[in-house]
């Protein structure tokens, strides 16, 4: 399979050279291949000379728009759609160092299934240079700042389980730093929106749209970028999400569209009884599942737990069994094709999965979901 990797830039020189001498480690199967398709906005910072003075091991096609009013970061990956050549498009941000993986999970996710969207998560560094040198010959994290913090939707499936395709809400989980879907799923729904020219929610209703369109989505656990630090403001950003917020709701008034309004307790800065990102979601999320009658009380979930030895035989059993009964799948294995086969089920039922957690972490869920049989595991009983 060719993947093609859409990445916006813009008057970011600095952050950018790093992303692309990252990519030069990627490792693929024998038989499998990746382009680069750089759109650079309209950039003035000498982005362009830097990138043709670099060494990849990689073909990269540098799409240039000349900046304008119409000038967004939509119709700037929908001109990196209309250039890509590979049936896949991955999507990343020019300011990510991207793991050596990357390609090759997003790639894996699409090889039986062609109705995904496949969602990766991104780890924030602290800030500080990047040995771009050094990273171009090697990947390294010695070549970067450290890890400080994980992906904020990380925590909400550590509280509602690994499995994205049993949220509700899970469409809100599409950003465009990390995630792959096929082009001709792209090209059926029109693509981004590019009246949406400011900052957030660009992402989020093209997921919306995939997910209407009759795509499951999935999050891949190995697919990984990092996200390089660099000034950002909180005020710009939420008068940028009220502006896009207005627009989406108007676009699509459905209900649960219009419930992420919960999330405006988390964006709005001068707010005093401002919500952490994990509150606020759970709050959405709840109220989705409440509008659609899925609210998890009263239900009587059973527990099956893979291991080596019913491994082959696990996603026919996990399908079995969920058709005729709530399900909490405990997965032991180190397995990486598990996760993003379980998410793709569609039991019709509640369908709970975590890969290996802590103990912490089903008392949590025992306690969230009311299955006593969790705490068991806690035990190792």
């Known amino acids: 399979m060719k993947a093609s990797l859409v990445i ?13 001498q990252s990519l030069n480690h990627q490792r693929l199967q024998q038989g499998d291949e990746f382009e680069v398709v750089l759109v650079d906005d309209g950039s003035a910072d000498g982005t362009g000379e830097a990138v043709d003075a670099l060494t990849l091991t990689y073909p990269v096609r540098r799409v240039y728009l000349p900046r304008t009013e119409e000038s967004c970061r939509s119709a700037a990956r929908n001109a990196g759609i209309r250039t890509a050549q590979g049936d896949l498009v991955v999507f990343a941000d020019g300011d990510q160092i991207i793991d050596p993986l990357f390609v090759q999970e997003h790639i894996d996710c699409h090889r039986a ?6 969602i990766g998560f991104r780890d924030y560094l602290a800030p500080g240079p990047v040995d771009a040198s050094r990273l171009g ?8 700042p450290p890890v400080t913090a994980m992906d904020e939707r990380a925590e909400v499936m550590e509280v ?5 395709g049993n949220l509700a809400a899970g469409w ?15 090209l059926a729904v029109g693509g981004f ?3 949406i020219k400011r900052w957030s929610f660009e992402d989020v209703e093209l997921g919306y749209r995939l997910h209407r369109h009759g795509l499951t989505l999935v999050h891949n656990p190995y697919a990984r970028v990092y996200h390089q630090d660099h000034a950002e403001s909180d005020k710009e950003r939420y008068e940028d999400w009220l502006e896009n917020f207005a627009y989406f709701t108007a676009k699509h008034p459905e209900l649960e569209v219009r419930l992420q309004w919960v999330l405006d307790s988390y964006f709005d800065p001068a707010r005093e009884d401002r919500s ?19 609210l998890p009380l009263g239900r009587s979930y059973e527990v099956l737990v893979v291991d080596e030895d019913n491994l082959h035989e696990a996603v026919e059993a996990i399908g079995s069994a969920g058709a005729t009964t709530d ?8 397995d990486r094709a598990l996760p993003v086969a379980v998410q793709s089920l569609r039991t019709g039922r509640e369908l709970l999965y975590y890969k290996n957690p802590d103990p912490h972490v089903l008392e949590r869920a025992a306690k969230s979901f009311g299955c006593p049989a969790l705490l068991d595991r806690t035990t190792g009983a």
Request: charged residues 25%.
């Open 172 to 186: 809100h989980f599409v950003y465009g730093c990390n995630f792959s879907v096929r082009r001709e799923h792209l």
């Open 8 to 20: 916006p830039t813009y008057n970011s020189r600095d952050l950018v050279v790093p992303c692309l």
């Open 327 to 334: 399900l909490v799948v405990l997965d032991t294995t180190d």
């Open 137 to 144: 010959d090697a990947f390294t994290q010695d070549a970067f």
């Open 160 to 164: 509602l389980s690994h499995n994205l």
């Open 113 to 118: 299934r062609p109705d995904l969207v496949a």
């Open 276 to 294: 952490s990102w994990l509150d606020a979601y759970l709050r959405f999320e709840f109220a989705c599942r409440a509008a659609a009658g899925r």
């Open 193 to 195: 929106d590019e009246h």
